[in-house]
């Protein structure tokens, strides 16, 4: 099993819609998660923490839930600028390593 | 924040040869590390340099394939050594400046031909 597993995508969505990402990791004593959002040929770049009570920063939503192991990323009204693609990220417990998911990529169409 | 540059930009470069990657941090920071990208796939940890120390490597790095240096807290390079078309891929540094963010160079496009 993969340390950290995302919906491969693609998602082609409207512009204004709702998507949502998800993501599983396979570390129970991980204590750090975040997405990071990668544009074409760019390096990757932190979008927003994962608390564990959930996060929200304008119309992006971040949901933790450790029991199940997963986290989710909540894009509303999306833009043509969040084509992306969106990496879920999490540390390696006991150790300052992060482990990247292959990242969902997103295109928002007019 | 870290601003990070890297050097080259792009190679191609024949196989058998070597290339030496340049990073350069606009601030000290203790713990950097070297990634690989290749095409439509995610991060792959090579290694970690930390100022000091001898570079701990990820499970299918060698430091005889990729050796790193660290010679202070603002400088970084990684050598692929030997290439082959098998090593065509982005190489990225990147930065911890807390334990909530990290940084990236904006990487190193590596074709071997």
């Known amino acids: 099993r993969k340390e950290v597993e995302q919906d491969p995508g693609p998602f082609n969505v409207p512009e204004g819609a709702t998507v949502a990402f998800n993501c599983t990791y396979s570390n129970s004593a991980s204590q750090s998660f975040f997405w990071y959002r990668q544009d074409c040929r760019k390096e990757p770049k932190l979008l927003m923490s994962?608390?564990?009570s959930g996060n929200e920063d304008g119309r992006f939503t971040a949901q933790l839930n450790r029991a199940s192991q997963y986290i989710s990323l909540l894009i509303r009204d999306s833009k043509l600028s969040d084509s992306a693609t969106y990496l879920c990220?999490?540390?390696?417990?006991?150790?300052?390593?992060?482990?990247f998911g292959a990242g969902t990529r997103l295109t928002v169409k007019p | 924040s870290a601003v990070i540059s890297q050097k080259p930009s792009r190679d191609i470069c024949q196989r058998g040869t070597s290339l030496t990657i340049q990073c350069q941090v606009d601030s000290q920071v203790t713990m950097m590390f070297w990634y690989r990208q290749q095409p439509g796939q995610s991060l792959t940890l090579i290694a970690t340099a930390n100022q000091g120390s001898e570079a701990t490597y990820e499970s299918g790095f060698v430091i005889d394939k990729f050796p790193i240096s660290r010679p202070n807290l603002t400088f970084s390079t990684l050598t692929v050594s030997n290439m082959s078309p098998e090593d065509s891929s982005i190489y990225l540094c990147?930065?911890?400046?807390?334990?909530?963010?990290?940084?990236f160079g904006p990487g190193t496009r590596l074709t071997v031909l």
């Open positions: 990220v999490v540390d390696k417990a006991n150790n300052n390593d992060m482990r």
């Open positions: 994962v608390y564990s």
């Open positions: 990147s930065v911890r400046v807390s334990y909530n963010e990290q940084f």
